[in-house]
């Protein structure tokens, strides 16, 4: 049994490093929805200073929530050799922690809305879901009918404009890429796409279709490679490109790891990257800048990115409206381009 006192003699101590009530540090530690998420911050730091732990078990009891929130990826498990997810997720994970929550990973491709994963996150075991990437939006609209509270990161389809979203300005990513190209003088650039079936793929595909408009070329469907993220896809189409269009003199890939395929390729075939051929990347990960040479690459903050899909999920289980936010690009100009 719990001593009492040493309880509230840890309460007064979290009280006065948190510079709040005692009965607000009670609440936290109860799960109250009412206390503002800035004092429920400013609580678990100090609980976590003074290596005070609540019993998550016990404030489950007592509020009914589980202190889990799933990030789920809907994809098959090689996605996470992409570190764009282990990135996105500590984000989630920060805000998480500082709120006395865990993060609950799930990949699946999610085909069957009536599947496991639906089952799951349909069962009270988690407090809510946050959708890491979304092809189809039949669980997402499933869940949010149900009342689970739901964040997407990435732009959900018109018919579901009532899904609580954030995402990166993946359009002005794809112009920003591909224009940097066009300046340098480029004539004839290819894309290795994303997986367009998810919104960034298809918007930063739409941003290197914008960037031709913009300098008066036409795009040749021939200098577009459909991908999917990997390395490995990213390689066979770059050397199918570089045989049927052996006038190409810059590429744009819709991720860093793509990108880093795509001069492995270049190499392969006897040219010079940029000298030959220029080569923008997207993400702006590690890889870009120990690569060689060192990746150009349109940067997106990508733990920013699951730090706002993390801070709209405590708003809903707070029962508040968060507003969709879009996290802005910017080029970053290394060796390879």
Request: net charge negative; glycine share 8%.
């Amino acid at each position: 049994m719990v001593d009492s006192s040493v309880t509230r003699s840890t309460y007064n101590e979290i009280a006065e490093l948190a510079q709040v009530s005692k009965a607000t540090v009670s609440r936290v530690f109860n799960g109250d929805p009412r206390v503002h998420p800035d004092r429920v911050s400013a609580v678990m730091k100090a609980a976590k200073k003074i290596g005070y732990r609540p019993n998550r078990a016990a404030i489950a009891l007592s509020t009914g929530r589980t202190g889990l929130i799933a990030v789920v990826i809907d994809d098959d498990i090689t996605a996470l050799s992409d570190p764009f997810w282990g990135m996105v997720t500590s984000g989630v994970s920060r805000v998480l922690m500082e709120n006395n929550m865990q993060t609950l990973l799930m990949v699946a491709p999610l085909d069957d809305d009536d599947g496991a994963v639906a089952h799951y996150l349909d069962s009270n075991e988690v407090d809510g879901a946050i959708f890491a990437q979304v092809h189809k939006e039949g669980l997402v609209r499933k869940l949010v009918n149900k009342g689970v509270p739901v964040v997407v990161i990435g732009t959900p389809s018109a018919e579901s404009h009532d899904v609580h979203y954030v995402d990166t300005n993946n359009v002005a990513g794809g112009f920003i890429g591909t224009n940097h190209l066009f300046k340098i003088g480029c004539k004839t650039i290819a894309t290795i796409t994303g997986d367009i079936e998810a919104s960034a793929g298809a918007h930063r595909l739409k941003g290197y279709e914008q960037a031709h408009k913009e300098n008066g070329v036409k795009v040749n469907k021939n200098l577009i490679a459909y991908g999917n993220y990997s390395y490995e896809s990213a390689k066979i189409l770059m050397l199918r490109l570089l045989a049927g269009n052996p006038d190409i003199d810059g590429v744009f890939a819709a991720n860093d790891v793509m990108a880093l395929a795509a001069i492995n390729a270049i190499e392969e075939r006897g040219k010079r990257v940029p000298d030959d051929i220029a080569v923008v990347g997207f993400d702006d990960t590690m890889l870009s800048q120990a690569s060689r040479p060192s990746l150009t690459t349109v940067k997106q903050d990508i733990p920013g990115l699951g730090a706002a899909a993390a801070e709209s999920m405590l708003q809903l289980i707070n029962g508040q409206q968060p507003d969709s936010r879009i996290l802005s690009t910017e080029l970053i100009i290394r060796e390879s381009a």
